[in-house]
């Protein structure tokens, strides 16, 4: 694993925003905003702003990803394909089933959306190859819909429990580390707990780099039970009043009975100081795996529970239509997608820009 990496990702997290609040107020307090030192224009600009920060950064979510995976191999397999075959034919209907099949979205997946157009096209609903490409676009959002679901912080609960997990190198720590700068930059309060505890690097890495950034981590040094510094740091977390925990796992393989075990064990001992912990169970897939990423998320599924998905290294490969096998079999929320390895390459998933990035409008044109 790249430690180097890492330490790039959780060392260039700003610092807090919301520095128009921290201001001293140049106007004097009215009744609207007794008690908060700020007067009602104040707060009416600071929301005013806010959301305009808000919508600016939706925006800019949905501009990287279609940047970033409209240029991925995955969106070339789909570039010339109407260009080369601009008639409707079983020759079109084969190339965009190799298309599909190459980009990993799985053979009942791919089988599913290409007979439904097969029959569509014999009863002749459409009228030209564009109508078969929205047609196409329309079936495929709708495999993305039902987990099209963005993580929500409940600030009830105090803290929000994130558990990462996944197996080796697919991107956990770096996923955390950008988590944390989003989750800072929206205002709350955050702790780390160093779960990889297989490793003495995983654990220095967060120690160093939340000394740096403020940000206060959890560990008990290397070898230390897993369970052990969950359990210590959510008692830490409740008792410092903190928005969101978010604990880091070692890796492992699915295969690795003993280790899934482990993470069984971690969710539980999290339930006994809350029982609605961990808020979300949230599991860490690396883009390029491929089918292979169907059996991982079954068996981390029966593990413990996942409740929502990070697919990561989305950016320069031809594999990203393992999206819609996951979205098909497990509906499970893909919360962000990874789009490289800056701190703000981590998006929060939006189907469209994602499906508007692979089969653009204007290709059948
Ligand atoms: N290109 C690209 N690389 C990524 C992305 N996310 C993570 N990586 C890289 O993947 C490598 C492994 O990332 P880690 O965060 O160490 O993965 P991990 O799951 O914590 O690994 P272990 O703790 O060893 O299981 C690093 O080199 C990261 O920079 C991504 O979205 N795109
Ligand atoms: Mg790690």
Redesign the pocket.
């Given at each position: 694993?790249?430690?180097g990496?890492?330490m790039?990702?959780l060392s260039a997290i700003p610092a807090p925003m919301f520095e128009f609040l921290k201001k001293k107020p140049d106007k004097v307090e009215t009744k609207a905003g007794a008690g908060t030192g700020f007067s009602p224009d104040d707060l009416a600009r600071a929301f005013t702003a806010r959301q305009e920060e808000k919508a600016a950064r939706a925006e800019a979510e949905r501009k990287a990803i279609r940047e970033t995976i409209g240029s991925s191999l995955l969106a070339r397999s789909f570039g010339g394909l109407f260009s080369r075959h601009p008639r409707l034919d079983d020759d079109l209907l084969d190339e965009i089933e190799t298309a599909l099949i190459s980009a990993d979205v799985g053979v009942p997946a791919t089988t599913a959306l290409v007979e439904q157009l097969r029959r569509r096209m014999k009863a002749r609903e459409f009228a030209d190859t564009r109508a078969l490409l929205a047609s196409l676009r329309i079936e495929l959002l709708a495999m993305l819909a039902p987990v099209s679901k963005p993580l929500v912080i409940d600030p009830a609960a105090k803290p929000f429990v994130i558990l990462t997990v996944?197996?080796?190198?697919?991107?956990?720590?770096?996923?955390?580390?950008?988590l944390a700068r989003r989750f800072q930059e929206d205002g709350h309060s955050l702790m780390l707990a160093a779960g990889?505890t297989?490793?003495a690097a995983?654990v220095e890495q967060l120690k160093i780099w939340g000394e740096r950034n403020n940000v206060v981590v959890v560990s008990q040094g290397q070898n230390a039970d897993a369970a052990s510094v969950a359990f210590d740091a959510l008692q830490s977390a409740k008792a410092r009043d903190f928005d969101i925990l978010i604990a880091?796992t070692?890796?492992?393989l699915h295969t690795q009975a003993g280790l899934m075990a482990e993470l069984g064990k971690i969710r539980r001992v999290l339930g006994k100081l809350d029982a609605a912990a961990p808020h979300e169970v949230l599991m860490?897939i690396?883009?390029t795996t491929g089918q292979n990423a169907i059996n991982q998320l079954r068996a981390f599924h029966q593990a413990v529970n996942v409740t929502g998905l990070v697919v990561?290294?989305?950016?320069?490969t031809a594999k990203g239509g393992v999206l819609f096998a996951l979205a098909r079999e497990f509906m499970i929320p893909i919360r962000y997608?990874?789009?490289?390895?800056k701190p703000e390459?981590?998006r929060v998933f939006d189907p469209e820009a994602f499906v508007d990035a692979l089969l653009p409008e204007a290709l059948g044109e």
């Open positions: 694993m790249d430690v990496a890492n790039a990702v996944g197996v080796n190198g697919v991107g956990k720590t770096t996923t955390i580390g950008k990889d297989f490793r995983a880091d070692a890796g492992r860490v690396d883009g990561t290294k989305l950016d320069g997608i990874g789009l490289g390895e390459d981590l």
